[in-house]
């Protein structure tokens, strides 16, 4: 499997993010709509619920409705409130060395990622990260130093709630300190359950669990998988091995004391690194997050892509993913 991964830059016209737009827009609306017109909420509910929410976030949403020309159904997707449930296998964790880091493996469907690095100044702060949803992101970085990312949280439960993306979005445009992020992820609702570990350029660290049907749990653990304290997920955790990639993190980071290279390479390896793509479940990226450096480092297997926030270049590049029989370990 090939796929090619671009980095782009917005800019005030909002034109390149508009270009991405009308590439994915089609394969979204669809997505947005599978289940009809109106089981998803009206464009007045999924206003309300942005200006209860995150009203920072409203005049960065109607910018981007009103570049994509306005349409209703445009505005309700770009909300994300209440979308379509779904799911992921990812690994996350913060190493413990000198300077924080958060690296993690995004494991999901190749059919329904945008595939973009996309840095912006939409708000008061410059944000990379890796797009999703076209207003979302699954991890990325803040002009503070504050680095996020998402996993997953294993129960299949649906809510009221937003998509975890536009919230990790909220996130990076709005708070520079974990305490704040902690304090953020713990009052928005979500719409299905999912682990967010957050790390400052100080060091700080929090994981915090959110669900759609209990409180969100504020940690300080330095893994997140696919599972969530005291939950019994059998049949996930059969599918993802939520349980033995934690265990593993856990063993990596406690009882050796690995340079911060070698701790990367061990997501690109089993039991992290993941070949199911035929079940929508292969590793896309192992990304690497690097707070005072504001680097997001994209990793595979034989090649790697750097993007700083300050030194940003646009471009793209073609990523060659190994088959089962192909894989050298």
Known sequence: MNLTFHAIADDPSGQPWLNLYRQLWPAYRQWYLRDGFLARPSFLACRRALEVHMPELVPIWMRRVELAGGGDVTARFLSLWCPPAYDSACSQAVWPGAEPMLVRNYDYSAKFFDATALQSRWGTQTVLGTSDCLMGLVDGINESGLAVSLTFGGRRVVGEGFGVPIVLRY??????????????????????????????????????????????????????????????????????????????????????????????????????????????????YTAVLYPRRRELSYRWPHSQWTLSMDQFIPGQRLVHYPTLRAAIY
């Open 171 to 284: 996130v990076l445009e709005t708070c520079r300190s974990t305490r704040e992020a902690a304090a953020a992820l713990a009052r928005i609702p979500t719409h299905m359950a999912y682990n967010i570990t957050v790390v400052d350029a100080q060091g700080d660290r929090a994981t915090v669990h959110l669900a759609p049907d209990r409180p969100a749990l504020v940690t300080a653990a330095p893994v997140a998988t696919n599972h969530q304290p005291g939950d019994n997920i059998r049949d996930h955790a059969f599918q993802s091995a939520t349980v033995e990639r934690e265990r593993y993190l856990l063993s990596r980071l406690m009882l050796h004391e690995d340079p911060p290279e070698r701790f990367i390479s061990a997501f690109l390896r089993p039991p992290l690194y993941s070949l199911a793509f035929s079940r929508d479940r292969g590793t896309l």
